[in-house]
């Protein structure tokens, strides 16, 4: 097949598509009795044929639906509506409260033995304290397992602060 008889081919399809898809044009008049109209008076006989086309039209037109409004429109914001505060509710009393979960235990911590040192004429102490991971050697204001803070160092004892609630805590030698 050649490109002008592909070209002739595809001319007649679509002018045969088109002229199936046009509307028809034949408009179905009901049947009137038809009365001869006097020659002088052509004017009632046009009327009457157009007022049995209106009529026909009448007939098969679909009557018109309301419009409504949809009720999702991208392109329409609506105000937010105020939401209401959440009722107040009271707290639980404490009867209603469960108890507080067990504090953490704290490292086991013993004060194995004080050094004292003279330097420059100043009398220095160290404190050995012995915890499970291992030994260390401190001095005041050095941190202990980063839970304490050595205040002071007395001749047989130390005395420690907590870092979480600031209370404080005695070692003692050979306890």
Do not use: C, H
């Not at 959440?86 to 911590?109: D, T």
């Not at 204001?141 to 980063?146: E, H, I, N």
């Not at 160092?153 to 306890?175: C, F, K, P, V, Y």
């Amino acid at each position: 097949m050649t490109w002008k008889l592909s070209a002739v081919v595809s001319a007649a399809a679509f002018i045969a598509t088109y002229l199936v898809s046009l509307p028809g044009t034949d408009v179905a008049v009901p049947a009137a009795p038809q009365t001869p109209a006097p020659a002088s008076r052509p004017g009632p006989a046009v009327e009457t044929e157009i007022e049995a086309l209106a009529n026909s039209l009448r007939v098969r037109s679909r009557p018109e639906a309301d419009y409504r409004t949809p009720s999702r429109d991208p392109f329409r914001f609506q105000a937010r509506s105020e939401q209401k505060p959440p009722a107040y509710v009271p707290p639980p009393s404490a009867a209603e409260l469960p108890p507080p979960p067990p504090a953490p235990p704290l490292p086991v911590l013993k004060l194995s033995g004080v050094a004292t040192d003279v330097v420059d004429g100043q009398m220095s102490r160290a404190a050995v304290i012995s915890l499970p991971a291992g030994v260390l050697i401190v001095r005041e204001g050095d941190s202990v397992a980063g839970l304490y803070t050595v205040i002071a160092i007395g001749e047989d004892s130390i005395e420690l602060e907590s870092t979480a609630d600031q209370s404080r805590r005695t070692l003692r030698l050979g306890n």
